[in-house]
């Protein structure tokens, strides 16, 4: 569950790769680097719905008795616990939980409060939908509320010793994902997850140098955030290969599983904030050309774009 540090790898080939696919497939191909922020096993089952709007991906410390305060969020929170133990205390339904490192909840929009409900620091990661564009930072900014009338949850106190840092933010684009609804979007651009019990979400971001390319993938259910550069989504289309998508910093997208390449057609580095989800529990964490759950790199590419690198 620890974070690692940036691992700066060029990709030649795949060696995970069948027998069978290793003609077909197009591996990866160029520099990049990663850091992983943790990985951990959601809870119990759970819908995410990703509108055309703001998003945030953090890393967040509270401490030993902190926390931070309550506060009422316009869309799903997914909370990701790498260390100690989490406090959740909800407004609706008086629901109050404790989650232990290596477990993952989705928390309905409403009036909330995190807390340290151990002895050591909480640490977690923090994915959060539907803000609003140009809002407050999560958790750490932007005025409390009282707290609601719930028996056996305590009167509201001051926020205190809750730290986010690694942030990343970008809002998801209602036009791509109109023009294709074929990535899971619907008409207004939104996107819903359905995460299972027992599987594994992780979030890590990855440097990709000018001239990257992914090669063919599928990958699980997930939602990046372009802090720098650009990126380009290429998919087979009318006979020939067609730039799709490109995002560039401040965007962010949500997908469904489909076979796409993406490329940094750029003259600079591109970074990315990427949350996977639906992941097979306890599989180590997603690194291009390892072929791992949450990317499937032995895609052979479509009969009408067969090797656009």
């Given at each position: 569950?620890?974070?690692?540090?940036?691992?700066?790898?060029?990709?030649?080939?795949?060696?995970?790769?069948?027998?069978?696919?290793v003609a077909l497939a197009t591996p990866p191909s160029g520099?990049?680097?990663?850091?992983?922020h943790g990985r951990a096993e959601q809870a119990a089952g759970?819908?995410?719905?990703?509108?055309?709007?703001?998003?945030?991906?953090?890393?967040?410390?509270?401490?030993?008795?902190?926390?931070?305060?309550?506060?009422?969020?316009?869309?799903?929170?997914?909370?990701?616990?790498?260390?100690?133990?989490?406090?959740?205390?909800?407004?609706?339904?008086?629901?109050?939980?404790?989650?232990?490192?290596?477990?993952?909840?989705?928390?309905?929009?409403?009036?909330?409060?995190?807390?340290?409900?151990?002895?050591?620091?909480?640490?977690?990661?923090?994915?959060?939908?539907?803000?609003?564009?140009?809002?407050?930072?999560?958790?750490?900014?932007?005025?409390?509320?009282?707290?609601?009338?719930?028996?056996?949850?305590?009167?509201?106190?001051?926020?205190?010793?809750?730290?986010?840092?690694?942030?990343?933010?970008?809002?998801?684009?209602?036009?791509?994902?109109?023009?294709?609804?074929?990535?899971?979007?619907?008409?207004?651009?939104?996107?819903?997850?359905?995460?299972?019990?027992?599987?594994?979400?992780?979030?890590?971001?990855?440097?990709?140098?000018?001239?990257?390319?992914?090669?063919?993938?599928?990958?699980?259910?997930?939602?990046?955030?372009?802090?720098?550069?650009?990126?380009?989504?290429?998919?087979?289309?009318?006979?020939?290969?067609?730039?799709?998508?490109?995002?560039?910093?401040?965007?962010?997208?949500?997908?469904?599983?489909?076979?796409?390449?993406?490329?940094?057609?750029?003259?600079?580095?591109?970074?990315?904030?990427?949350?996977?989800?639906?992941?097979?529990?306890?599989?180590?964490?997603?690194?291009?050309?390892?072929?791992?759950?949450?990317?499937?790199?032995?895609?052979?590419?479509p009969e009408d774009c067969p090797r656009l690198r």
């Amino acid at each position: 569950m620890r974070k690692l540090p940036v691992l700066v790898v060029t990709v030649v080939a795949v060696g995970m790769l069948s027998s069978v696919n290793v003609a077909l497939a197009t591996p990866p191909s160029g520099q990049f680097s990663y850091t992983e922020h943790g990985r951990a096993e959601q809870a119990a089952g759970a819908t995410l719905t990703i509108p055309a709007a703001d998003n945030v991906s953090s890393s967040y410390s509270i401490a030993s008795g902190g926390n931070t305060g309550w506060r009422t969020s316009t869309g799903d929170t997914v909370l990701a616990v790498t260390k100690g133990t989490l406090g959740v205390d909800q407004a609706q339904g008086c629901a109050s939980q404790d989650v232990a490192a290596g477990k993952a909840v989705v928390v309905p929009a409403g009036k909330f409060r995190l807390r340290n409900a151990g002895n050591e620091p909480a640490e977690f990661n923090g994915v959060f939908f539907n803000l609003r564009l140009g809002g407050p930072s999560p958790l750490v900014d932007g005025a409390t509320e009282a707290a609601p009338a719930c028996p056996g949850i305590a009167a509201a106190v001051a926020p205190t010793g809750a730290s986010a840092t690694d942030s990343a933010r970008g809002a998801t684009d209602p036009y791509l994902h109109n023009v294709h609804p074929g990535h899971g979007a619907d008409s207004s651009g939104t996107v819903v997850h359905s995460l299972e019990a027992g599987k594994d979400m992780a979030v890590f971001t990855y440097v990709l140098q000018p001239g990257f390319s992914s090669g063919w993938l599928v990958h699980t259910d997930e939602m990046a955030i372009i802090t720098k550069g650009a990126i380009a989504i290429w998919e087979a289309r009318d006979g020939g290969c067609k730039k799709v998508e490109e995002y560039t910093a401040g965007q962010a997208w949500a997908h469904k599983p489909h076979r796409h390449m993406a490329t940094n057609d750029g003259n600079e580095p591109a970074v990315v904030r990427l949350v996977g989800f639906n992941m097979k529990h306890g599989e180590p964490m997603p690194v291009f050309g390892s072929n791992p759950d949450h990317i499937d790199f032995t895609q052979a590419p479509p009969e009408d774009c067969p090797r656009l690198r």
